[in-house]
């Protein structure tokens, strides 16, 4: 079996290189399409699979660039010949489906690697008319999953799967490194984020950034008054060239703040860090699972908001704490409560590790999407469209 995976960036998105790299074990002859500037490219090749250095991520912002890249990719898959097209982006998604037409014979998958296109009627639509009846969505959270069905995909034309992550590169650490190189002494409490930073997206009417920093330096403001023994440390820089954005986030810090704020940047040691963090928080406005996977498999103390796939892992009271998007005032209680009982959150989070290591596991994922492309490869046909009805 010959798959051609579709990627927007070599850069980042490395779940996608731990998925393709499984395949090859499993005995997929895996291609992938992405840019070459990237840093992750060696690693593709260096996995066994063949790269095909091409910039296919839908060029919204340069509409007159598609006809070129719609040739590219017909060139490409006509030269490849794959059995499978597998897409991981809403761009790279568009563009196969308009360069190879509703009517292409090639199945073709969108793993969606996040909600948030789904989130918005416009975008949702956007995507779900492009579709034919070769194409199939494999939901990598149980909310993607469930949002498709009731946008009316027909159940036999979509699947749930996980991106998974390496066991091995979660080990936890002894802890020290971070309050070491911070200079803290152990009665300061450490609350982390980790996290790239994204700037607002006008389009989508946002005025904080998506990853929600701002509802955290709230958030720990409003504990600073309960306990000023608190220090918020923030893991992760501008993505995509928003350094504007960070500049106006460690602004407001300061701000809110103070000296309670710390920010590292980008870090290559993140498994280092967490043993030293008290509790983890992930206040997304949008999210699949995002870093309540690593967090838990480290079995560090977990606050999410209650969107997208947080759910699928963190339950409230069993495997951590869930609030309300875009609501500080309900992550500070929800801090102060795992900071003021330790044990407590150390076995919530133990429990969640449980819990990630089960869904999380990257050899268990990749079996499951082979057995999704057996099932699409010899599946025939419809000749009637894909959605049943629509919402």
Not at 127 to 143: F, I, K, N, R
Not at 160 to 186: C, N, T
Not at 362 to 384: C, D, G, H, K
Request: aromatic residues 8%; contains cysteine; positive net charge.
């Amino acid at each position: 079996m010959k798959v051609l995976h579709l990627l927007k960036t070599s850069h980042g998105a490395s779940w996608a290189l731990r998925q393709m790299r499984e395949l090859v074990k499993l005995g997929v002859d895996v291609h992938v399409a992405l840019p070459p500037d990237g840093p992750l490219v060696d690693k593709y090749e260096a996995a066994g699979i063949v790269v095909h250095p091409l910039k296919l991520d839908f060029p919204i912002k340069q509409p007159w660039l598609c006809h070129t890249m719609f040739g590219e990719l017909r060139d490409l898959v006509a030269c490849v010949e794959p059995t499978i097209i597998h897409s991981h982006f809403v761009g790279t998604t568009l563009t196969m489906r308009l360069a190879l037409g509703r009517a292409h014979p090639i199945p073709r998958i969108f793993q969606v690697p996040g909600p948030l296109h789904l989130e918005h009627p416009f975008f949702r639509w956007s995507e779900l008319l492009t579709a034919g009846p070769s194409d199939y969505w494999v939901g990598s959270c149980m909310w993607t999953y469930e949002r498709y069905r009731a946008s009316g995909i027909s159940p036999d034309r979509l699947f749930l799967s996980y991106y998974g992550i390496d066991r091995q590169a979660f080990s936890a650490g002894q802890g020290g490194k971070l309050r070491a190189e911070l200079g803290l002494s152990p009665h300061i409490k450490l609350v982390g984020m980790v996290a790239f930073m994204y700037g607002p997206k006008w389009f989508l009417g946002q005025k904080r950034g998506l990853k929600g920093h701002e509802d955290l330096i709230d958030a720990v403001a409003l504990c600073l008054k309960t306990n000023s023994d608190i220090a918020c440390v923030f893991i992760g820089g501008a993505w995509n060239d928003a350094h504007a954005y960070e500049q106006r986030v460690r602004a407001y810090a300061r701000k809110r703040l103070g000296e309670h704020a710390i920010f590292l940047g980008t870090r290559n040691d993140v498994s280092e860090l967490y043993p030293d963090l008290d509790v983890v928080v992930h206040p997304s406005h949008s999210e699949n699972v995002g870093g309540a996977a690593e967090s838990l498999l480290l079995a560090v103390p977990t606050i999410a908001t209650n969107v997208g796939g947080f759910p699928d892992l963190v339950t409230e009271g069993a495997t951590g704490w869930l609030v309300p998007p875009s609501s500080p005032a309900k992550l500070a209680i929800a801090i102060l409560a795992a900071l003021s009982a330790p044990e407590h959150a150390q076995a919530l989070a133990r429990q969640g590790q449980q819990r990630a290591l089960q869904l999380f596991d990257v050899e268990q994922s990749a079996r499951q999407v082979l057995e999704i492309y057996e099932t699409v490869r010899f599946r025939r046909m419809p000749s009637r469209s894909v959605m049943r009805s629509s919402t």
